[in-house]
């Protein structure tokens, strides 16, 4: 019962190419949300949704779009990869703005 | 300088020993976050708290508002303690918005 799942858990792609990376919680929570971690280990807020509605859009090229279909899922599309997209992306939800964060086990993008 | 500062960056302790991680922050806070990275990458959340302590299991964390600290504490450690945790703040007003601290990289040995 994978409580916040995100796929693929690997990605390895060129430059150039545009790929998605999804998410599901079946938490019932109403938040979802997109974190970056570098190379530092930093998680970095990317985008926030709260019941289907952009909450937070930190500064991103905006190659970057997410998409949240029903509030159980928030997907994230990459256009024109670049080598600095190599990351670990993390999906995360919570029930509001008060309660725990809980996390997907990542999706480690690498961009030859 | 981060809004969030972690100490120590690395700890290395033996099995058994109590270990304190700890976190300071320089803004107005309404709920500080601890949260544990396995070597696999996966994070879980740990605590929130927004004042005095909480405590599951070996896991103890505590906050003091008005000195702008928060401590996790981990009793009887066991190598698979070994992880990086992660302190994140969320600042007043701020919408969901939380400010990460760098992590703390604790090894148990055996």
């Known amino acids: 019962d994978t409580a916040v799942s995100q796929t693929p858990k690997y990605l390895v792609t060129q430059m150039g190419n545009d790929k998605s990376i999804k998410c599901e919680q079946n938490l019932g929570h109403d938040t979802m949300y997109w974190y970056k971690q570098d190379s530092k280990k930093f998680l970095k807020i990317m985008f926030s949704y709260n019941n289907k509605e952009l909450i937070i859009n930190e500064t991103v090229p905006n190659r970057f779009s997410p998409k949240s279909p029903d509030k159980a899922h928030l997907n994230l599309h990459i256009n024109s990869l670049e080598l600095g997209d190599s990351a670990v992306y993390f999906c995360?939800?919570?029930?509001?703005?008060?309660?725990?964060?809980?996390f997907g086990n990542g999706t480690r993008l690498t961009v030859t | 300088k981060n809004e969030v500062e972690q100490s120590p960056q690395n700890l290395t302790a033996q099995e058994g020993e109590f270990i304190t991680i700890n976190c300071s922050y320089s803004v107005g806070i309404s709920a500080l976050h601890w949260l544990q990275q396995h070597p696999g990458g996966g994070i879980v959340s740990l605590f929130m708290?927004?004042?005095?302590?909480k405590k599951h299991g070996r896991l103890i964390a505590t906050i003091n508002i008005q000195e702008k600290h928060s401590s996790l504490h981990i009793t009887a450690s066991h190598p698979r303690d070994s992880a990086v945790y992660i302190c994140?703040?969320?600042?007043?007003?701020?919408?969901?918005?939380?400010?990460w601290g760098a992590g703390t990289k604790l090894i148990i040995k055996p």
């Open positions: 708290l927004s004042s005095g302590k």
């Open positions: 995360a939800s919570s029930q509001g703005e008060d309660s725990p964060l809980h």
């Open positions: 994140a703040a969320r600042g007043l007003g701020s919408n969901y918005q939380l400010i």
